[in-house]
């Protein structure tokens, strides 16, 4: 009953609950929506790594942790919970640090083999694959395990695809000086996360969990309860069972811990700063600029130079990137006040970037078009779901209406402009 609360600590499956009984299923409705006279010429992703280990500072507070119930354990006192907990074996090692697990070796496979059955035309052998990751150990393995995924039925000019490294789209957050001092660095920013860990709702999960440790409440605080929280969905992630450091929690903590890394996911990354979006106007307008290029080689009977790029980066690409889309909005800001109005809220992170999302591109040229605009067709999907276009409601769009609408960004963001720290001492807050 937690699965569904881990927010992006969440498993792929749980956007796509069909792959748990068969892992290559297209699952339901797979079949999209374009007329038969329309031939993809080029297909662009931009996927989040595969599941991974936890970060070293993760592995650090489950071991204060664990030594903790320990030390409790060694008491006279009997507490179940506790007991179970310190009989644990504590696996992780920081050395770990947010490396690849093997299930997300797999996760990158089977979305291969699943991209590939659902648009064989464009993964068809010896067409080019342009491949690119983050410089993040976890992305380039994950560039390499979805290669392999494709097996040695494609040519793509030998098994190595040589896996580039591209930080300036793949990580844009890190070379954005405003967002790094006004928001990655700066307590300030993260005034709503903070405000949440000390309010009622946290509050009341953290007496409970004290009590089922028979900890003095003082002992714990939030970060130290969704260590134990996050223990509880990285097992089910990397290893597939329930461990026992689920059971310190209900559905209605589950909930609540969710809203916590939905806060700290919706001011970091999301809607809560605008630098937070207008830092992925780069990769943004790097899709269109491939895509645009597509389109004129297309109209001078060339063949597409780049008919399928894939690029490995993280949650934190790809949420700033639909943001700036204008996905996932709510009418009201994610605040430490409004926990119980958003209960059904459109921004969980679980939903939109678990482990292994991507968010796809894809570009037809249509035979029979009534008018020249029509000829050139996109369709957009999200975690393999057609994601309906923000101007029309539709899955599918004519080029020309879709660059229309994202005129503004297309134009007028300018990166450097955008990341450019104020010259003016103003405070951090009144910037934001």
Known sequence: GLSGYFGTKSRYEEVNPHLVSDPLSLGPGAGGSLPASCTPLQLRAVLRHGTRYPTAGQVRRLGELHARLLRRAAGA???????????????????LDGRLAPQGR??????????AARFPALFAARRRLALASSSKHRCLQSGAAFRRGLGP?????????EVEVNDSLMRFFDHCAKFVALVEENDAAMCQVNAFKEGPEMKKVLEKVASALCLPVEELNADLVQVAFLTCSYELAIKNV???WCS????EDAKVLEYLNDLKQYWKRGYGYDINS???????????????????ESKSSKPISSPLIVQVGHAETLQPLLALMGYFKDEEPLLASNYGRQAQRKFRSGRIVPYAANLVFVLYHCDH??????????????????????????TISTYTDLKDYYKDILDNCHFKEECQLPKVNVTAVDEL
């Not at 039925?153 to 695809?161: H, R, S």
């Not at 020249?372 to 994601?387: D, G, H, M, P």
């Open 278 to 296: 207008r830092s992925s106007c780069v990769l943004f307008q790097d899709i269109f600029q491939h895509l645009d290029k597509a389109v004129e």
């Open 77 to 95: 006192t009997a507490c179940p919970a506790a007991a179970a907990l310190a009989d644990w074996p504590m696996w992780y090692e920081e050395s």
């Open 153 to 161: 039925t494609l040519d793509f000019g030998g098994d190595e695809v």
């Open 369 to 394: 078009a009534n008018a020249s605009q029509e000829e050139y067709q996109v369709q957009l999907l999200l975690n393999e779901k057609l994601l309906p276009f923000h101007h029309s409601n539709e």
């Open 106 to 115: 797999r996760d990158m496979e089977q979305l291969a083999r699943r991209m």
């Open 248 to 251: 310190l929690f209900s559905e």
């Open 242 to 244: 329930t461990s026992p």
